[in-house]
């Protein structure tokens, strides 16, 4: 029962792939689609969102090659069946932008302004996208790969690296 | 209409028959001793009472997440202790769990026994600090001094088995650090014996209170609805009836096989959490003298040489173990790619974390769900419309960790 019910959750007609990942079931849905998944697995159960962030993909040897450099992870939760959920969503780095999930989920309003801080995707639609854990005048986005990790070497010890992804390599 | 600090501007419509005619901007922090770690809140007051509050964080912010990414799969556990300071070992538990689920592997039946007990342990040292400074902050001294002695009785019991007393890692991808020593045994005994003593001294100075009831009865309000929406979690949806608590409802490293229950409570005010984290209290030491009983001998990590170093003596005899000894300490080992999602029940709810792997051995991505983090956010729903001094129980009964909020 539970079985056919979790395929009906993913049989959403915006589904364009579909997956499970260490167990974890996940879906994938293009950008202009977000917004209305989301509202219809809210409206099948998935009452609750865990968290939402994103995923730095530049320079990564995973092949085959993931086809935008940033991903969106939304979380969700069904408190009755006690199922998971995971939503997927490529954003391009030319065009760094999805829309809000905040009006749906209220945990996503503050996620987005982590997202936005840490990465630098924006929302569309946020009602206070802001930095929230950076200073207001930082300058950059700390967990983009190409953000220095700083640091420095400890006398005697291996090289310390500094670079996640240097800038010749992206 | 308000402009703060941050460039944000904060409008709120004033209240009907509000005070003196005008709202008032006040900013609360970020050094505060209510505010359990560096938290900085804007509040608008007409009078006394609440209009709006917006809290303004990142003061803790030590980048953790990147920190993770820079370091090897088995040297991220150090950082793991750190961002919730009052529960490392569930953090530990979180990031293990979500490590052995991508390379696959199950973690022996000792070494989840040990996890829960040692996570329980947590459970009640963490709920100790809390019940001290919160209790402090609203005026009950000698809580603090009552509290405080038993929270030291667990650390010391964390030195006795990992030689640390607060950043343990002691609970590492593939198992546990060491095995429990004799004196720990000893040690635990004693404590579950004497906790459920401590736990009715509690009661008798706060429970039936006048003045901790006034404080924090029908204070604070989240209805179960609300909770849910704001993607509350632990004691805040257990407080508001709901009986929601991954140890039950989606069990790990064995908590299934442990006969307890969820403690709830209805009322959903400050009083009701406080009810359920004392209940809390009582519901781990069964779990502690099941665990303590019934645990298993055998192995506390996984046969697996890629993870874990070899035992100490294989090394004077073992060319092979040689060789895993100095692969594992110089280079680390690699996970397959993917990506997983594990959560926890921490002493503050739902504690996740949620890893992806590039096949290297460095993770692409650790985030942690910070259960701190997402019940800050429902501060402003509860304390909406009450008086200024309550916003120290809403923050005190909250329980969030400024360092997991910031991580």
Redesign the interface.
């Known amino acids: 029962m539970t079985k056919a019910k979790s395929r009906a959750a993913t049989s959403h007609k915006h589904v364009e792939e579909e997956g499970v ?4 079931r996940w879906i994938r849905v293009s950008r202009e689609h977000l917004v209305a998944t989301l509202r219809a697995l809210q409206a099948e159960g998935y ?5 939402m ?1 994103a ?3 530049l320079a ?3 092949r085959p090659s993931p086809p935008e450099r940033f991903e969106l ?1 939304y ?1 969700l939760r069904n ?1 009755d069946t ?1 199922e ?1 959920l ?1 939503v997927r969503v490529w954003v391009p780095e030319d065009d760094p932008v999805a829309p809000t999930a905040s009006e749906i ?3 996503a ?2 996620d987005e302004r982590e997202t936005w801080d ?1 990465f630098g995707i924006r929302f569309d639609g946020h009602k ?1 996208l ?7 005048d930082w300058e950059g986005h ?2 983009r ?1 190409d ?1 220095p ?1 700083g ?1 420095e070497t400890v006398d005697f010890s291996e090289d310390h ?1 500094v670079w ?1 992804t240097a800038p010749e390599e992206a | 209409m308000s402009s703060s600090p941050t460039g944000v501007t904060i409008s709120r419509e004033p209240a009907e028959g509000h005070v003196g005619g005008e709202l008032l901007t006040v900013n609360f922090g970020p050094q505060h001793p209510s505010t359990h770690g560096v938290l900085r809140l804007v509040v608008i007051l007409d009078g006394e009472v609440i209009r709006g509050v917006r809290p303004v964080i990142g003061y803790l912010h030590t980048g953790i997440e990147k920190q993770m990414e820079a370091l090897r799969w088995q040297q991220g556990v150090v950082v793991t202790d750190r961002h919730d300071y009052l529960s490392p070992l569930h953090n530990n538990l979180a990031y293990a769990m979500a490590v052995e689920r991508l390379v696959g592997v199950e973690p022996p039946p000792r070494a989840q026994a040990l996890r829960v007990i040692m996570c329980e342990l947590t459970r009640i040292s963490s709920h100790c600090l809390w019940l001290g400074t919160s209790s402090l902050e609203l005026g009950a001294m000698s809580m603090f001094m009552y509290c405080l002695r038993e929270r030291e009785t667990v650390l010391a019991m964390n030195e006795e088995i990992s030689g640390y007393r607060m950043h343990t890692s002691y609970i590492r991808p593939g198992g546990v650090m060491a095995d429990a020593t004799e004196r720990f045994w000893d040690m635990l005994a004693d404590f579950v014996e004497k906790m459920p003593g401590h736990v009715d001294e509690y009661e008798d100075l706060l429970t039936n209170n006048p003045i901790w009831k006034r404080r924090t009865v029908g204070i604070g309000y989240l209805s179960a609805e609300d909770a849910v929406r704001l993607g509350a979690s632990g004691p805040m949806v257990r407080g508001s009836g709901l009986p929601w608590d991954l140890r039950k409802t989606m069990p790990y490293s064995g908590y299934e096989k442990y006969d307890f229950e969820i403690a709830v409570e209805e009322a959903g005010d400050c009083y009701a959490r406080y009810l359920c984290r004392i209940k809390e209290f009582r519901e781990s030491v069964r779990i502690l003298k099941q665990a303590m009983a019934s645990i298993p001998d055998g192995p506390i990590n996984v046969d697996e040489r890629k993870m874990l170093p070899p035992p100490r003596e294989e090394l004077e005899t073992s060319m092979e173990a040689v060789i895993h000894h100095f692969k594992l300490f110089t280079e680390g080992y690699s996970v397959p790619s993917g990506d997983v999602y594990a959560a926890v029940e921490s002493p503050r709810g739902e504690h996740g974390c949620y890893v992806v792997s590039d096949g290297t051995h460095k993770p692409r991505r650790v985030k942690f769900r910070s259960a701190s983090f997402v019940n800050l956010q429902a501060l402003e729903h509860m304390a909406m419309g009450s008086m200024i001094a309550d916003m120290i129980a809403i923050i005190g009964t909250a329980d969030t960790v400024l360092g997991d909020v910031d991580r």
């Open positions: 990942s260490a167990g974890d009452k609750s969102l865990l968290f962030s995923v730095d993909h990564t040897p995973v992870i979380q408190l006690r998971e995971r989920y209220a945990p309003g503050w840490m206070d802001v930095r929230i854990l950076m200073p207001e700390p967990l790969r953000f990790v640091g690296e996640q």
